[in-house]
């Protein structure tokens, strides 16, 4: 099934010899471009790294910015950088556009959780119960209210929830958008890997590319998604936990453009959730697996198959959708499923912004802003502070 390219950096976008900057960004996901994006507004010069930018997690994700329906249990420290990064969004859509020229598909529109069967609404009882308790502002619905919102929606739904706060943007559109905007802030793109990262005397250097090109910086920020531990030279304390985490999604389009979902939604199935995306076009992106693969980007017939059958069990119309596209990413997993934002102790200049797993996106405003204020010698934002890479820093003295 066809997979479209991520966009290409345009011509004047290389960096065409340059040698020499203030930072240089390794990857270029949605993080690694909005936080290039970001700092090179603020007068830094930046490089980025990366043989194919924007390829990574970032053009295979479903583009939910999704701090109430993705909250789990045990991860309530998350919830609140979420929170305030979805706060972002607004004005973070509107600088970008105005700053790139091109539309992000932003849809401020809720989601929807709806529950099929009678042990489903149990479960949505319950992620009701907790999502209110937290203060999150969700509403409960019956089965009807759930059909009266989005037609479609399967008549077996017994009841559901909406999440008001719960937005999406098109992720494509994103990554297109961040490095058109990186380009004219003035960042530049090295197309290749970052082999090795050279420090001295507790201080960053210079950065080696695969063609063995040295890029001095005195700023580096490690943004390379899954693959962020495999830069050589980190020093061992700053070599980021990262992990891949696999997920599988398809991208189903309705040959007429006609509109089958106004908002996202999630379906409960016999205890499994599926989400259903609507883009504009008549497109649904539906997702997703998470598995334990390693740097598997393979895609199963298994996974295929259920995730059409639980969501043509939440919207049976589907069935008269093509399916375009299926594909497999790897989210960049951390120990605590939270990232690790700003600088790593011990070396000066180098900077870590990685492990956004099942939230990069959605995390990508709060992120951009967090780094792009350590950069410049600036206090992050209160809300960043928690995740630095710091926390994970085993102490020389327990070795
Ligand atoms: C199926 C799926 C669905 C998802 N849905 C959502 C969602 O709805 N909402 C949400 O918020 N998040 C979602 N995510 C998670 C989100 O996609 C990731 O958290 C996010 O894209 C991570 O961005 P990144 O820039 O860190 O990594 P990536 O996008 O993976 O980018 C890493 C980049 O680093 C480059 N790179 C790697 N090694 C090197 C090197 N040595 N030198 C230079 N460059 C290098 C790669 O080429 C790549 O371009 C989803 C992920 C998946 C897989």
């Not at 001295?200 to 001095?216: D, F, H, N, T, Y």
């Not at 639980?310 to 499923?337: K, M, Q």
């Amino acid at each position: 099934v066809h997979r479209p390219p991520a966009p290409p950096v345009a011509h004047g976008q290389e960096c065409d010899g340059r040698r020499s900057h203030d930072v240089v960004v390794v990857g270029g996901g949605v993080i690694g471009l909005a936080v290039a994006w970001k700092a090179a507004s603020r007068g830094l010069k930046v490089g980025v790294a990366d043989p194919h930018p924007g390829a990574g997690a970032s053009w295979v994700a479903a583009g939910m910015l999704a701090p109430v329906t993705e909250v789990h249990y045990g991860e309530e420290p998350l919830l609140a950088l979420n929170v305030a990064s979805a706060r972002l969004w607004p004005e973070f859509v509107a600088e970008l556009e105005r700053s790139s020229g091109r539309r992000v598909g932003y849809m401020p529109c809720g989601t929807l959780v709806a529950a099929l069967e009678p042990g489903d609404r149990a479960w949505a009882e319950q992620f009701f119960a907790f999502a209110a308790e937290l203060g999150l502002e969700v509403q409960w619905m019956s089965g009807r209210q759930v059909r009266q919102a989005e037609p479609n929606i399967s008549p077996r739904v017994c009841a559901g929830m909406f999440a008001s706060g719960d937005h999406q943007v098109d992720n494509r559109l994103l990554v297109a958008a961040l490095i058109e905007a990186a380009g004219k802030a003035g960042c530049c793109f090295h197309r290749e890997r970052a082999d090795w990262l050279d420090t001295a005397g507790g201080k960053v250097e210079s950065v080696r590319l695969s063609s063995g090109a040295l890029l001095a910086s005195t700023s580096v920020v490690v943004a390379s998604g899954a693959w962020s531990a495999d830069i050589g030279g980190l020093p061992e304390a700053c070599i980021p936990p990262v992990r891949p985490v696999k997920g599988q999604i398809l991208r189903l389009r309705c040959p007429d453009g006609r509109q089958l979902l106004a908002r996202c939604v999630r379906g409960v199935v016999n205890g499994t959730t599926v989400y259903l995306v609507p883009r504009s076009g008549g497109s649904v992106v539906v997702g997703s697996t998470v598995e334990e693969k390693g740097f598997d980007s393979s895609v199963t017939t298994g996974a295929v198959y259920e995730m059409l059958r639980d969501a043509h069990r939440v919207v049976p119309g589907i069935a008269e959708l093509e399916l375009s596209e299926a594909v497999a990413g790897l989210r960049p997993g951390s120990p605590d499923n939270a990232p690790m934002l700003g600088p790593c102790p011990g070396v000066e200049g180098l900077l870590v912004a990685t492990g956004h797993y099942r939230n990069g996106v959605l995390l990508t405003p709060m992120t951009a802003q967090a780094l792009a204020a350590a950069l410049c010698g600036e206090a992050m934002p209160s809300d960043a502070l928690p995740f630095s890479p710091a926390r994970f820093q085993v102490p020389s003295w327990s070795r």
